[in-house]
């Protein structure tokens, strides 16, 4: 199984609620990536987990919190969010060789609208 | 700080043309990814490039990394409409996984 897998595609999302976002791989992974798109625009890096453990934190703003439950899944909890956090969230996967390569796998996306 | 830059940005193209992005980065490193992405669309893999003069063809496409010139190529062969798309460099930093990618080709092949 070659996929990452991404639920919801879309989610329309008042400024008051919470909600969340989930992904899945079973390609035995050990890394896993949240990545945010904007209109024609490349992914930026949102958070990186590396087994299960989050390595990297780009400075995101605390109304978007990651969670690793196991080395298959990652979910992006949203609460309080703006309307310019409406994007593409694109979550991936990879294997975690150090100093070696690492192709990142990436989902279908869920298309977020904050109204 | 890791920069890749992509040129061009918009390419707009007859079939059956040929024509080459170009996707320079600044600092050492032998891993090199190109994606594609349709509209509203996730990021396809297209090409894993791994070491110098690393060379990979698909179709039409074929992809080429000079870690030494720090660039690497994708050349287009007669290009068709189905190639329409944007294209995506990625190098990842020898430290680490991270991807740090280009501004993206938007591709546009007319009839």
């Known amino acids: 199984d070659t996929e990452v897998t991404q639920t919801p595609k879309h989610l329309v999302m008042g400024m008051t609620n919470k909600k969340s976002l989930k992904c899945e791989q079973h390609?035995?992974?050990?890394?896993m990536y949240w990545y945010k798109q904007k209109a024609k625009k490349p992914p930026e890096l949102m958070f990186v987990y590396s087994y299960e453990k989050l390595s990297i934190n780009e400075s995101v703003p605390s109304r978007f919190s990651p969670e690793c439950p196991n080395s298959s899944l990652l979910n992006l909890h949203l609460h309080a969010l703006q309307p310019e956090d409406s994007a593409l969230y694109l979550c991936?996967?990879?294997?975690?060789?150090?100093?070696?390569?690492?192709?990142?796998?990436f989902g279908p996306g869920t298309r977020l609208t904050v109204l | 700080e890791l920069k890749v830059e992509q040129n061009p940005l918009f390419l707009s193209m007859q079939e059956g043309k040929n024509y080459t992005i170009y996707c320079n980065y600044s600092t050492t490193s032998d891993r090199l990814y190109w994606y594609r992405q349709d509209p509203g669309k996730s990021l396809e893999s297209l090409f894993v490039?791994?070491?110098?003069?690393a060379v990979k063809q698909e179709g039409r496409l074929m992809a080429s990394l000079d870690t030494k010139a720090r660039l690497s190529t994708l050349h287009i062969t007669a290009a068709v409409h189905d190639l329409s798309a944007t294209y995506f460099c990625a190098v990842e930093e020898t430290s680490g996984s991270r991807l740090t990618f280009g501004e993206g080709t938007q591709l546009t092949v007319n009839p």
């Open positions: 390609m035995g992974h050990r890394a």
């Open positions: 991936a996967s990879s294997q975690d060789r150090t100093g070696g390569w690492n192709e990142q796998f």
């Open positions: 490039l791994l070491s110098n003069g």
